[in-house]
């Protein structure tokens, strides 16, 4: 069973930092794109950040200059890096990663169970 496990959501003051992590742990043979999505009370979810296997990147608009999504292929993890938190920063994290759990099977999405960032300004 492939488990997505984030980690290091917090309450932050605006213009603080958090860096976020994700690890994949299962039964893995391949991890194609990962990313970083946010939901925050009443609106959408949407994509914060994405990363593919060969560490392409691209970030929403609201987000660039402030975040770096990064990711560790030996760890199966992947990070979020926040700097310069405002308070419309305020969301649920998630991640996502495209995985393929047997050689001969397709990738599919998984996605972790989410981690609550506060902004506080």
């Known amino acids: 069973q492939l488990q997505l496990v984030e980690s290091g959501g917090g309450l932050v003051q605006a213009g603080g930092s958090l860096r976020l992590s994700c690890a994949a742990s299962g039964t893995i043979f391949s991890i194609n794109a990962m990313g970083w999505y946010r939901q925050a009370p009443g609106k959408q979810r949407e994509l914060v950040a994405g990363?593919?296997?060969?560490?392409?990147?691209n970030y929403a608009d609201s987000v660039k200059g402030r975040f770096t999504i990064s990711r560790d292929n030996t760890k199966n993890t992947a990070y979020l890096q926040m700097n310069s938190l405002k308070p419309e920063d305020t969301a649920v994290y998630s991640c996502n990663a495209e995985v393929k759990t047997r050689a001969w099977w397709p990738y599919r999405d998984y996605w972790g169970q989410g981690t609550q960032v506060t902004v506080s300004s």
């Open positions: 990363i593919t296997n060969g560490g392409s990147t």
